[in-house]
């Protein structure tokens, strides 16, 4: 749904960032999925907290979830697409857009 770009040059001098990106974001979508299943919503609509409950059975209880393996196959569909319409020069494998030390540590 998202993606978050680091440029090279930063991640090249500071290849904590990174991780430390991924860490934050993680931790966000963790804390905004528990407010929207298990406490009253803070979204002012009375069907948001029942179309979230409604997402959590159909999807699971991480109904957005982050990191390569969950993810795999809408990468390797997109990666395929940009590649065929000349938006990559090459064909890229999931694995090219996560940064080492995240991919290590988040490739559930």
């Known amino acids: 749904m998202h993606l978050v770009a680091l440029r090279g040059e930063v991640f090249e001098r500071d290849p904590w960032i990174a991780r430390s990106l991924f860490d934050a974001f993680d931790e966000a979508k963790r804390n905004s999925i528990e407010r929207m299943c298990r406490i ?13 409950r409604e997402a959590e059975g159909l999807l699971g209880r991480d109904f957005f979830p982050y990191g390569l393996e969950p993810n795999r196959k ?19 494998a999931p694995e090219d857009l996560f940064a080492p030390n995240v991919l290590a540590r988040y490739k559930r």
């Open 74 to 92: 809408t990468l390797e569909a997109f990666l395929q697409y940009a590649w065929e319409q000349g938006v990559t020069a090459k064909r890229l």
């Open 40 to 52: 009253a919503s803070h979204v002012p609509l009375p069907w948001s907290y029942e179309a979230a």
